[in-house]
């Protein structure tokens, strides 16, 4: 009886109780990693933790540079705004894509959408907001840029795993008939 009195022994079962916690902590943390890095479709196999890190690292490697590209290309595109007092406008308008100009990107469970419009068009993005709500896909992050009155916008959302084949197309079929509806009528 005098033992389980004993301090030593009971800050031994604190100290596992706490690395107990801690170890499923981290195995939740990690299994969260794994749900937000888009796997291939040809592998279904469990992988190891350190390879499970390792695709989450290049995923995320994949990532940055995608980011740098499309800052390039923003800033390109700024800069060609910018640059109005050296060409004429007829020439500008040929190498700028008509707007509303719709880019949809699926990738297992994640639906990317980048839309350009007009300042004028800005109820489009509305419209494909209400839309993805209607489809039960999360909205993630949604953002914007104003240039000019040009307006960048950038939709990442997850999709569910019923979300692939027909539904899919049904949904980028619905996205481009939004944004078409909303180019025919600016026109």
């Known amino acids: 009886m005098e033992q389980c009195n004993n301090p030593s022994s009971v800050s031994k079962a604190d100290r596992k109780t ?17 749900s937000l890095v888009p796997h291939q479709q040809h592998s279904r196999e469990v992988l ?4 499970q890190l390792e695709e989450a690292a290049n995923y995320i490697k994949k990532l940055q540079i995608n980011l740098e ?3 390039q290309r923003k800033e390109s595109l700024t800069v060609d705004g910018n640059s109005s007092s050296i060409r ?8 700028l894509p008509l707007l ?6 699926h ?13 004028d068009d800005q109820f489009i993005f509305n419209d494909i907001i209400r839309m993805l709500h209607e489809e039960s896909l ?9 240039i000019g009155d040009t307006i960048f916008h950038s939709i990442h959302s997850k999709v569910g795993e019923c979300a692939k084949g027909y539904r899919a197309t049904r949904i980028s079929d619905r996205l481009k008939k939004i944004v078409g509806s909303g180019h025919s009528g600016a026109s």
């Open 100 to 105: 509303p100009h719709l880019e949809i990107h």
């Open 138 to 146: 999360e909205v993630i992050n949604a953002s914007y840029t104003l």
């Open 18 to 34: 706490i690395e107990k916690n801690r170890r499923n902590q981290l195995k939740a943390l990690y299994s969260e990693l794994n």
């Open 69 to 71: 590209r499309m800052r």
């Open 107 to 119: 990738v297992d469970s994640s639906l990317d959408v980048v839309l350009i419009t007009r300042i």
């Open 88 to 95: 004429s406008s007829s020439v500008r308008k040929e190498t």
């Open 48 to 51: 190891s933790l350190p390879d």
